[in-house]
């Protein structure tokens, strides 16, 4: 199974609104990533989750704010966005045995849009 | 620091023709490699990667990619293109050390005329 399922599919949000996305494998993979796709564009970084640990944030907003319970499931709390976060946000995975020669398995993306 | 080019932001070819997606990279190390594709409203899908073991590498689909050195390139084909091909191919680059980063290129879109 290389599956790696996001919930919500669509998800729309006023500015004041408090949401969350989330983000589920069961690979067993210990790398899990969060990635802003704007339209016509490539996917870009937000976080990394390495064994449940964030190693890294590319100087996301505070507004963005990650969370990993466990190997298995990762979430993003969403709260006061703005509209120009609107974007498809990505999910991926990574087993974190083979450095940079590893796959990152995406999901199908949650496709927010902020009113 | 890494990072991948992608010649072309639109190519267009008819069916059963030759596809060739270009990508150079950057890197002051032999890097590793990965093309990705993304249909329309899904994520992305992994079709092939470079990791040094040999230049020439198969994907799924029929794909493939040579890794040259002296050119710093990286092309994707496919010597007979499908309607099912149309799509958005992104080219990316993963350092060999402090690896977690995949740096993506800009993207291109494939369209294939019937």
């Known amino acids: 199974d290389t599956e790696v399922t996001q919930t919500p599919k669509h998800l729309v949000m006023g500015m004041t609104n408090k949401k969350s996305l989330k983000c589920e494998q069961h690979m067993g993979h210990r790398a899990m990533y969060w990635y802003k796709q704007k339209a016509k564009k490539p996917p870009e970084l937000m976080f990394v989750?390495?064994?449940?640990?964030?190693?890294i944030n590319e100087s996301v907003p505070s507004r963005f704010s990650p969370e990993c319970p466990n190997s298995s499931l990762l979430n993003l709390h969403l709260h006061a966005l703005q509209p120009e976060d609107s974007a498809l946000y990505l999910c991926?995975?990574?087993?974190?045995?083979?450095?940079?020669?590893?796959?990152?398995?995406f999901g199908p993306g949650t496709r927010l849009l902020v009113l | 620091a890494q990072s991948v080019t992608q010649l072309g932001s639109h190519v267009s070819v008819s069916e059963g023709a030759l596809v060739l997606l270009r990508c150079n990279y950057s890197?002051?190390?032999?890097?590793?490699l990965f093309w990705y594709v993304q249909y329309p409203n899904q994520g992305l899908q992994l079709l092939l990667k470079?990791?040094?073991?040999?230049?020439l590498v198969k994907g799924i689909n029929g794909f493939e990619a040579e890794f040259k050195k002296s050119e710093t390139s990286f092309h994707l084909t496919k010597p007979s293109a499908h309607m099912s091909d149309a799509a958005e191919y992104f080219c990316a680059v993963r350092k060999i050390q402090g690896a977690q980063k995949l740096v993506f290129g800009q993207g291109t879109r494939l369209t294939i005329n019937p």
């Open positions: 989750y390495s064994y449940e640990k964030l190693s």
């Open positions: 991926a995975s990574s087993p974190q045995r083979e450095a940079g020669r590893e796959t990152q398995y």
């Open positions: 470079y990791t040094s073991a040999a230049t």
């Open positions: 890197s002051s190390v032999p890097p590793y």
